[in-house]
């Protein structure tokens, strides 16, 4: 369809998504960045954040943690270590995620502990965000 890209968004597990849409909004590791059809190439690493695309007015949202993003004009593929769609997220297991990594956090003496107790804790308030915006 004229003015759409294809979209496909894989993890090494599955794919979650693979349809033409109007827009994407990615999180890349430079900050974000968007997609329209007719777009240059280009690749991009991708960082823990929320991916959002449109389909005519209706707007969806995954949370990702880390890839990478090829941009051709026709096309987008993502490919993301964890992916998730927002009806997907179980909001109950995501926000004791965001406890547990809170408490790792503050008991974490060594930076390595630190910074994973950091990266914990992003994932679990994306997965929050992303999963309250159902």
Do not use: N
């Amino acid at each position: 369809m004229p003015g759409q890209i294809h979209l496909d968004i894989a993890t090494p597990e599955r794919l979650l998504v693979s349809e033409p849409v109007d827009e994407v909004i990615a999180p890349g590791s430079e900050g974000e960045f968007g997609v329209l059809s007719g777009h240059c190439c280009f690749l991009a690493m991708l960082r823990i954040g929320e991916l959002r695309y449109r389909q005519g007015e209706q707007w969806k949202r995954l949370s990702v943690s880390w890839g990478y993003a090829e941009v051709e004009p026709r096309r987008i593929t993502v490919l993301a270590e964890i992916a998730e769609r927002a009806e997907e997220i179980d909001l109950a297991r995501a926000e004791a995620a965001a406890k547990a990594a809170e408490q790792q956090l503050a008991a974490a003496s060594k930076r390595e502990e630190m910074a994973a107790a950091r990266a914990q804790l992003e994932k679990a308030l994306l997965r929050l965000k992303v999963g309250k915006k159902k």
